[in-house]
């Protein structure tokens, strides 16, 4: 029988798929089920026009066999055929597609969803195969065809005999080799560990016959009731069906148990812990998808490593296509997971990714809105359980505030939570606002590594004394969140160590200019002695007990340069721009000015070195000379 060539620049095209379209072998698996299922729909959709066909859903069938001997992995169906005309049309010409036709042709017709659009999958086959047979015959005729081809060396068609129609696919597979183990794809385990992965919700069963052990009988006490003990148990073969068919996700809410979503959660994304929320939403318009979400009440362990991967599974029809799709998910919701399924997304030629185009595009931006609201209704209804997630994930919300130039503003901002001096645990801005007094026009933070040592900072109890409540920032990423946020509701923020917080009476105020201009030039002799260290020395009215603090000029406070300074590969160190201030109503003002007066400038200089590096610790900056410190405190006691 004379070998036809491939068209559609055969040999170069067919090697090109095998080689480079597909980036995973085991596809072939899925492709294939896929043309099965297509195969099933048509004669499905057919049999609702036609009568005479006498067939309904329940009666159509997809089957594995594999033979281990013969080295066969045969997919068969009881769908609608091909004839000679629709194997050479549909198999000989790589890239025509026998389902894109049919969905063209049925396009305005309801329940019309056929997978393959490409006419290529088939051809995924040579991935793992030397040789592929194809037996077809169609419904209602009495003739079938055997397609054969062993690859770019092109392909037979002639009669043969089949008893039912449908299509059967026979691959022989390659012989395993140093870098691929074919074998394992006749395995029982690794073809139901396909279906499951990829097909797991084709609409038609998927069926294969599985050796199980008989268990031995036993008697009415539960002993063996076999008396020859070397008799070896019984091996029985059933016929199982491996896909569950109807997603989860596609049934209404009211017929799923939060156990069952609890358990399909646990199984699909092996988390030992219930999720904090379960999101299931259908959204029908320009681009229609089911989508089934998880918040989880944990993070990963590597959630916060560059090894974890955002992603939402990706569906299409209920044919996997993406196992973590990152587009369906802005960062700062990197920690949901997910199943998003649509019929109207455009795959590339393989259907292993998808085209970067605007259906993607608002999917996502749907998803996310979908993710901040549920958060929100969590915050105000579920607060304990909002809390838990908000441990958990808190800080990536954080980042994502910070991040994109404050772009997401309004997406996060009402969500970020941070620790209140009054109300003794954490609060949000909102709520921080709607406690403010009228005359208050000032959101007040105060930076530290833990809220005990920020509690402490001298700065902290005049602005408590004031009656004004302060947010606590433990996390790195709190302070930059409020330099890009600028403002929130029209309040400003201020740091009540860094910022000039206008706090004073006007006599205060004027009291404390005229104290700073009448030791203007005691201040300055101290500012010198310290080299360079700082840009100010001056007296201050915001301490009540504590005789002196650091506050920062500029952009960049002590914390920022904490933070900055911590991250690699920063060679170039940062360093805030600091003001030594001293509080003006402390017994230690009067000893400094008793010390200028008597000229002892050496006395001076060491009061004022004990009391920038006092200053230093209390920020939680290094000292760079502990002993020369110690023996100055020795000195002046």
Same mark, same amino acid.
């Given at each position: ?270 988390? #030992? &812990? =219930?999720?904090?929320?379960?999101? !299931? $939403?259908? %959204? ?7 989508? @089934? /979400? ?13 090894? #974890? &991967? =955002?992603?939402?599974?990706?569906? !299409? $029809?209920? %044919? ?7 587009? @369906? /998910? ?308």
């Amino acid at each position: 029988m004379a070998t036809k060539q491939f068209k559609a620049e055969s040999k170069k095209l067919l090697d090109m798929m095998i080689n480079s379209i597909y980036t995973n072998k085991e596809i072939f698996l899925r492709e294939l089920i896929s043309n099965a299922s297509d195969a099933l729909d048509k004669l499905y959709y057919k049999s609702l026009t036609d009568t005479s066909i006498g067939l309904n859903r329940n009666d159509f069938v997809i089957r594995i066999d594999a033979d281990k001997d013969a080295r066969t992995l045969t997919i068969s169906d009881n769908g609608c055929g091909m004839d000679e005309k629709e194997l050479e049309q549909n198999l000989g010409t790589i890239a025509k597609s026998g389902s894109l036709n049919f969905k063209k042709e049925n396009e305005k017709k309801d329940d019309v969803d056929i997978i393959g659009q490409f006419g290529v999958g088939f051809y995924s086959a040579f991935m793992v195969a030397d040789e592929v047979t194809v037996i077809s015959k169609p419904y209602g005729s009495d003739s079938a065809f055997k397609w054969n081809s062993k690859g770019v060396s092109g392909y037979t068609v002639e009669p043969c005999e089949k008893d039912e129609f449908g299509t059967t696919i026979i691959l022989h597979l390659k012989e395993d080799d140093e870098e691929n183990n074919y074998s394992t794809y006749l395995e029982t385990y690794t073809l139901k560990m396909l279906v499951k992965k990829y097909s797991d919700y084709i609409r038609h069963p998927i069926q294969m016959d599985v050796e199980h052990y008989k268990p031995k009988e036993t008697d009415e006490n539960g002993e063996n009731a076999d008396t020859d003990e070397n008799k070896e148990p019984e091996v029985v073969i059933e016929t199982e069906t491996l896909n569950s068919m109807v997603p989860i996700w596609k049934k209404n809410k009211s017929e799923v148990t939060d156990e069952e979503y609890n358990q399909f959660y646990s199984e699909k994304f092996y988390d #030992y &812990e =219930k999720p904090a929320k379960v999101i !299931s $939403s259908k %959204v029908e318009g320009v681009v229609s998808y089911n989508s @089934l /979400l998880f918040i989880p009440s944990h993070a990963p362990y590597d959630f916060y490593t560059k090894e #974890y &991967e =955002k992603g939402l599974q990706l569906y !299409s $029809s209920g %044919v996997m296509i993406m196992e973590k799709c990152s587009d @369906l /998910l802005p960062d700062y919701f990197s920690f949901v997971k997910g199943i998003v399924d649509s019929e109207d997304l455009s795959l590339n030629i393989s259907r292993e990714m998808l085209q970067k185009d605007a259906q993607v595009k608002k999917i996502a931006m749907s998803i996310e809105k979908k993710i901040k609201s549920e958060l929100e209704k969590m915050l105000k209804n579920e607060r304990d359980e909002y809390e838990k997630v908000y441990k958990a994930f808190g800080r990536n919300l954080k980042f994502g505030l910070y991040s994109d130039y404050g772009m997401h503003r309004d997406t996060l901002q009402n969500l970020v939570m941070f620790y209140s001096s009054t109300e003794k645990k954490n609060v949000t801005l909102n709520e921080y606002v709607e406690r403010m007094a009228d005359s208050q026009d000032t959101i007040y933070y105060a930076c530290g590594e833990t809220v005990d040592k920020i509690d402490m900072l001298p700065q902290i109890q005049a602005v408590k004394d004031k009656g004004f409540e302060i947010l606590y920032c433990t996390e790195d990423v709190d302070e930059f969140c409020f330099k890009m946020l600028g403002n929130f509701k029209e309040k400003k923020f201020a740091n009540v160590c860094a910022d000039k917080l206008d706090l004073d009476t006007e006599t205060e105020k004027e009291e404390l200019k005229n104290a700073n201009e009448d030791a203007k030039d005691m201040l300055d002799c101290m500012k010198e002695s310290l080299n360079g260290e700082v840009c100010e020395v001056r007296f201050t009215n915001k301490l009540k007990d504590h005789p002196v603090c650091l506050a920062s000029e500029g952009e960049i406070t002590i914390e920022m340069e904490k933070v900055l300074n911590r991250m690699p590969g920063n060679d170039q160190k940062v360093k805030a721009q600091l003001a030594l201030e001293i509080n003006l109503n402390h017994e230690i003002t009067g000893k400094l000015k008793k010390l200028y007066e008597d000229d002892d400038k050496e006395t001076l200089k060491k009061y004022t070195e004990l009391l920038f590096n006092q200053a230093r610790l209390i920020e939680g900056l290094p000292i760079e000379n502990p002993l020369e410190f110690s023996k100055t405190i020795c000195e002046l006691m």
